[in-house]
């Protein structure tokens, strides 16, 4: 019986401490930080979050963290962006310079959404720590970008 009883608090804690990753934020540790007011989603198993401004569901912030390296071009292949977005065709693309001496990936694109409307995606990637973080700001190309939403693309940095 005691057995049972040790059997049954260690699942539990397992799984106690099992949720607790479950909703992880991926920015847990950065200085990256969405627009006040933005809505955040649940973290999904530390790999993935978005944000979202309160007033206008068709802005979106999402930060990425993938556990291997990967390049900017993953993320835009067709197979990736399956029905989420379409045609899209990358306008800039830049090795740039984020928090001082963190080298990053810059790319602006531009797409369509499943919606259909025409959208304007900027992406910052960043290699930290062994993982490649993608900070996306997607939005339709008739709403003005938000300055805190492209500051927090550039702030992907470990806090000090």
Known sequence: MRSRLRVALVA????TVGACGLQASPADGLRF???SGWRASPGILGYMQFWRPPSDD???LLL???PRPMQTNDIFSNSNLQDT???VTIVTQQTI???GTQPAKYVQARGSSSQGGPIDIETVAAMIAGS?????YLRPIAV?????ALAALREVCPKP
């Open 144 to 148: 003005r970008p938000n300055p805190i």
């Open 33 to 35: 930080a969405a627009p």
């Open 97 to 99: 310079k984020i928090c």
């Open 58 to 60: 068709r802005e979106v």
């Open 132 to 136: 490649t973080y993608f900070a996306v």
């Open 64 to 66: 990425f963290k993938s």
């Open 12 to 15: 539990m804690l397992a799984v």
């Open 85 to 87: 977005m379409k045609d």
